[in-house]
């Protein structure tokens, strides 16, 4: 028999989506072989994850949660393969389940949240059954989470697509909710220009510097026209220097929060960097039929 080691166990989970101790038992009674482990588990019905294991999960829901008791707040991403699932009310309550664990428990990564225990089972285990209750693959994508003792304030737009989560340095509720919505809507990059990722900053300016030489700029101009520009851009990436969207007299963020210090937030856009999936109805049935 074959030894049967904890990576191969791991291996095995990811392939399939079934619990690591349902995994450890397959592969017992399979003497080891990976192939055989995987039909030993189709062929119990133990999950029905194995077969979505190829599937591209890019739809879902971002969700929030929030305790006063703690000031702890927290944004989690849970994908599944259609949008009709992620309205799908089992569902929802799923992630609205996994976001207050989240809450409760801290957990420091992925890792420790699929490891940690809710209603008796891992997280992994009950995103196993989910899988196989509601008929798609299913992810856990992405969580955060912020415990402070100043100002937090959460948002979620259109049911799910948008999440975002703040900390101020004070302030009322009413400006937190605000900048939360500001994040929400203009999607900015960071807090100030001190965040400013330098990569992109040192992209941005060939990238301007060859605009204006090849608007025929004078050579000895070029530069203080870059930076020119380069401004115009900070006001669209930096959080404190936008516009505010409620602001009738050109409000930047800045002017709105006086004294007061936005700390960190986070953005979530549901789905965001994932590859969509491409339906291609006639070549799932013609796999189908094989």
Not at 45 to 58: C, D, L, N, Q, T
Not at 116 to 130: F, I, Q
Not at 174 to 186: G, H, P, R
Request: net charge negative; glycine share 6%; with cysteine.
């Amino acid at each position: 028999m074959a030894q049967i080691t904890a990576a191969l166990v791991k291996e095995l989970r990811e392939i399939t989506g079934a619990g690591m101790m349902d995994c450890k038992k397959a592969l017992v009674e399979c003497d080891g072989d990976k192939d055989k482990a995987i039909d030993y588990l189709r062929e119990k019905g133990i999950s029905k994850a194995a077969k979505k294991a190829g599937r591209i999960a890019s739809e879902g829901v971002v969700a929030a949660a929030y305790d006063a008791a703690s000031n702890t707040a927290c944004l989690v991403e849970v994908n599944s393969e259609t949008d009709f699932v992620a309205k799908n009310d089992n569902f929802k309550a799923l992630v609205k389940k996994i976001a207050e664990h989240i809450i409760a428990t801290k957990p420091a990564d992925i890792d420790a949240l699929n490891a940690s225990m809710l209603d008796g089972k891992t997280v992994a285990d009950v995103m196993t059954e989910a899988v196989a209750s509601i008929g798609e693959k299913l992810s856990l994508r992405r969580f955060v989470v912020y415990t402070s003792e100043n100002k937090l304030a959460t948002y979620i737009h259109m049911g799910g697509k948008i999440g975002v989560v703040v900390e101020l340095s004070g302030g009322s509720d009413e400006l937190a909710q605000d900048i939360a919505l500001q994040i929400t809507a203009q999607k900015p990059q960071s807090i100030d220009r001190s965040g400013v990722d330098p990569e992109y900053l040192d992209h941005e300016r060939a990238v301007l510097r060859a605009q204006a030489l090849e608007e025929g700029k004078p050579e000895n101009i070029v530069d203080k026209m870059v930076e020119g520009r380069l401004n115009k851009t900070y006001k669209e990436i930096c959080l404190v220097e936008q516009e505010f969207f409620k602001s009738s007299d050109h409000e930047t963020i800045q002017d709105i929060l006086g004294d007061v210090k936005v700390l960190r937030f986070t953005r979530f856009e549901m789905g965001e960097g994932l590859e969509k999936k491409n339906e291609d109805f006639a070549a799932e049935v013609a796999a189908q039929m094989k």
